[in-house]
């Protein structure tokens, strides 16, 4: 060991620069791990599904350069080592040939939604690349006490390490990002303070949250200056980065998209924006996978409604049993909405065609007669939540007529698209969930006389219900599709049996691996007058 750190000695300084530049090596290949970590949130438990799941495929690949490089090396050490001892470093070659194979086809993958080199993930790199370096440079230093004829090549075991190495890294950043998080919290509650007329609105639910944002956004726009979290900008640090880089003097009105995993969240947000002003949209399983219970969703979302309190206006939607069950309980100033049954503020004769829908809008003793673009009588729902806010921010009757023709589809929420040969696209792929799947279907069959085709990977973050709720899934695409596209292994044999127990022809229905292969069969089948649904899309996180 003292001879290895003999600063007269070679092997020390090829050691550190093989380190450093395995490192290097290492930060690359650690791409999807990096992505995978950053689209669960930086939370290890989304990370280690990935993991046991699909994220073993990478294992295994990681596996395979690790296994080949190593043989590899063993075999050059052999047949040079007796002839000159630096020509065993020849068999690196071969390791870093494989990393090489490894990196590229990581990188050129297609990817949804690609690793965004942010702040936080900068700083993650540096210290990512650090333990690199001191585990290959460890791997060198171990190998040169009890295995010299092989001391270079135990770097091609650090790739193994890669899949725990991420988290840990994460992990060990958790503190320094935490202060940092709270220090962005800080500033944007003192620029908050900076508004004391500001009207403040928080938005909640298990889905709808940003459709409803958007809406709202749109009409409340008739008479105020409005700022909105932009996309789905619903964590702490979204909702920061909107107060930070998008509020201005300007603005009267800022509408908070509010998103929740587990309990307490909601309470940390409404903490953060201090909303006197609530929409509670639809509630249902969505991420019962991180809440472990429904019950536990609806605790966390009635946070909002029990924050703003009695001085407080919160609106419900009631044709959701759950938000029903909370509008009984809460003590706020409550304004109910339905599409099903009388409420504050209602709606009747719903008619949806595949150009938009109609309604008669019930509000304040009058009837109004309402058209929008919208599609599916569960937008109906979400627009009637924010014709209920704008009534209480004292919108006329004539500012929210002229709002609601100016809502428009939100990308990617059963946005209708008019493609070639009069084929017709309707794009839901954000997320899904049981009733919005249940909603897009519906609006599916409106398209009578054209041939139907339904395109999804199924529902996820269901936890224990996921099986069977893909199961039924796939017995109520049976009622509407003449061809099933399944895209991705996880919930294929679950909406396959659903599809085949309800009689659906075996020879329609199609498996495709990614966007590529479905491509591909799209590409041979597609006939003019067709009807696509694209039904959720998910992330790389579940691929």
Same mark, same amino acid.
């Given at each position: 060991?003292?001879?290895?750190?003999? $600063? @007269?000695?070679?092997?020390?300084?090829?050691?550190?620069?093989?380190?450093?530049?395995?490192?290097?090596?290492?930060?690359?290949?650690?791409?999807?791990?990096?992505?995978?970590?950053?689209?669960?949130?930086?939370?290890?438990?989304?990370?280690?599904?990935?993991?046991?799941?699909?994220?073993?495929?990478?294992?295994?690949?990681?596996?395979?350069?690790?296994?080949? @490089?190593?043989?590899?090396?063993?075999?050059?050490?052999?047949?040079?080592?007796?002839?000159?001892?630096?020509?065993?470093?020849?068999?690196?070659?071969?390791?870093?040939?494989?990393?090489?194979?490894?990196?590229?086809?990581?990188?050129? /993958?297609?990817?949804?939604?690609?690793?965004?080199?942010?702040?936080?993930?900068?700083?993650?790199?540096?210290?990512?690349? +650090?333990?690199?370096?001191?585990?290959?440079?460890?791997?060198?230093?171990?190998?040169?006490?009890?295995?010299?004829?092989?001391?270079?090549?135990?770097?091609?075991?650090?790739?193994?390490?890669?899949?725990?190495?991420?988290?840990?890294?994460?992990?060990?950043?958790?503190?320094? #990002?935490?202060?940092?998080?709270?220090?962005?919290?800080?500033?944007?509650?003192? =620029?908050?303070?900076?508004?004391?007329?500001?009207?403040?609105?928080?938005?909640?639910?298990?889905?709808?949250?940003?459709?409803?944002?958007?809406?709202?956004?749109?009409?409340?726009? #008739?008479?105020?200056?409005?700022?909105?979290?932009?996309?789905?900008?619903?964590?702490?640090?979204?909702?920061?980065?909107?107060?930070?880089?998008?509020?201005?003097?300007?603005?009267?009105?800022?509408?908070?998209?509010?998103?929740?995993?587990?309990?307490?969240?909601?309470?940390?947000?409404?903490?953060?924006?201090?909303?006197?002003?609530? +929409?509670?949209?639809? +509630?249902?399983?969505?991420?019962?996978?991180?809440?472990?219970?429904?019950?536990?969703?609806?605790?966390?979302?009635?946070?909002?409604?029990?924050?703003?309190?009695?001085?407080?206006?919160?609106? $419900?939607?009631?044709?959701? #049993?759950?938000?029903?069950?909370?509008?009984?309980?809460?003590?706020?100033?409550?304004?109910?909405?339905?599409?099903?049954?009388?409420?504050?503020?209602?709606?009747?004769?719903?008619?949806?065609?595949?150009?938009?829908?109609? $309604?008669?809008?019930? +509000?304040?003793?009058?009837?109004?007669?309402?058209?929008?673009?919208?599609?599916?009588?569960?937008?109906?729902?979400?627009?009637?939540?924010?014709?209920?806010?704008?009534? #209480?921010?004292?919108?006329?009757?004539?500012?929210?007529? @002229?709002?609601?023709?100016?809502?428009?589809?939100?990308?990617?929420?059963?946005?209708?698209?008019?493609?070639?040969?009069?084929?017709?696209?309707?794009?839901?792929?954000?997320?899904?969930?049981?009733?919005?799947?249940?909603?897009?279907?519906?609006?599916? =069959?409106?398209?009578?006389?054209?041939?139907?085709?339904?395109?999804?990977?199924?529902?996820?973050?269901?936890?224990?219900?996921?099986?069977?709720?893909?199961?039924?899934?796939?017995?109520?695409?049976?009622?509407?599709?003449?061809?099933?596209?399944?895209?991705?292994? @996880?919930?294929?044999?679950?909406?396959?049996?659903?599809?085949?127990?309800?009689?659906?022809?075996?020879?329609?229905?199609?498996?495709?691996?990614?966007?590529? /292969?479905?491509?591909?069969?799209?590409?041979?089948?597609?006939?003019?007058?067709?009807?696509?649904?694209?039904?959720?899309?998910?992330?790389?996180?579940?691929?």
């Amino acid at each position: 060991m003292y001879e290895f750190f003999d $600063f @007269s000695n070679w092997h020390f300084y090829i050691a550190l620069i093989l380190s450093v530049i395995n490192a290097g090596v290492l930060c690359l290949m650690g791409y999807k791990f990096l992505q995978v970590i950053q689209l669960s949130g930086y939370h290890s438990r989304g990370y280690f599904e990935w993991l046991k799941g699909s994220g073993g495929v990478y294992v295994g690949r990681l596996a395979m350069v690790a296994v080949l @490089s190593t043989l590899c090396m063993i075999v050059t050490n052999v047949i040079v080592l007796n002839y000159n001892e630096y020509l065993s470093y020849l068999g690196l070659i071969f390791y870093f040939l494989f990393c090489y194979i490894y990196i590229i086809n990581v990188h050129l /993958a297609p990817k949804k939604t690609p690793l965004k080199m942010t702040h936080r993930m900068n700083r993650a790199m540096i210290l990512l690349f +650090i333990l690199s370096f001191l585990v290959s440079f460890g791997l060198i230093l171990l190998s040169s006490m009890f295995l010299w004829f092989f001391r270079f090549g135990a770097v091609a075991l650090s790739p193994l390490i890669l899949p725990i190495l991420v988290p840990f890294t994460h992990w060990l950043m958790k503190p320094l #990002e935490s202060a940092i998080s709270k220090g962005y919290m800080k500033k944007s509650k003192k =620029k908050l303070a900076q508004f004391p007329n500001l009207i403040k609105i928080g938005i909640t639910g298990s889905f709808g949250k940003t459709s409803t944002k958007n809406f709202l956004a749109t009409i409340l726009s #008739e008479k105020y200056s409005v700022c909105a979290t932009p996309f789905n900008f619903n964590t702490p640090m979204g909702i920061t980065k909107t107060v930070l880089d998008y509020l201005s003097l300007g603005h009267q009105v800022l509408i908070a998209e509010m998103g929740a995993r587990q309990v307490g969240d909601i309470k940390e947000l409404c903490e953060l924006v201090e909303p006197k002003y609530a +929409i509670l949209t639809a +509630i249902g399983a969505q991420h019962i996978a991180t809440f472990k219970s429904l019950d536990n969703v609806k605790r966390t979302k009635a946070e909002l409604p029990n924050y703003i309190g009695e001085n407080g206006v919160c609106v $419900f939607d009631i044709d959701s #049993e759950p938000v029903a069950d909370i509008e009984s309980q809460v003590k706020c100033n409550k304004v109910t909405v339905s599409i099903k049954q009388k409420a504050d503020v209602y709606a009747t004769d719903i008619v949806t065609t595949n150009k938009g829908t109609t $309604f008669t809008l019930h +509000i304040g003793g009058k009837e109004l007669s309402c058209s929008t673009r919208l599609l599916g009588a569960h937008n109906i729902s979400n627009l009637l939540l924010c014709v209920a806010m704008a009534r #209480e921010l004292e919108l006329s009757d004539e500012q929210i007529l @002229s709002g609601i023709s100016k809502v428009a589809p939100v990308e990617h929420r059963l946005q209708l698209i008019n493609g070639e040969n009069d084929v017709v696209i309707l794009d839901d792929t954000y997320n899904a969930s049981i009733e919005g799947s249940q909603r897009a279907l519906e609006v599916l =069959k409106m398209f009578e006389g054209r041939r139907k085709i339904v395109i999804t990977p199924g529902l996820v973050e269901l936890g224990t219900l996921e099986r069977l709720e893909n199961y039924n899934f796939g017995k109520r695409i049976s009622e509407v599709a003449d061809i099933v596209i399944i895209v991705n292994k @996880s919930n294929y044999l679950s909406i396959r049996q659903g599809l085949l127990d309800s009689g659906f022809d075996e020879t329609k229905i199609y498996e495709a691996e990614n966007l590529l /292969a479905t491509q591909s069969i799209m590409k041979d089948m597609l006939m003019p007058h067709d009807v696509i649904l694209w039904e959720n899309d998910l992330p790389d996180n579940y691929i």
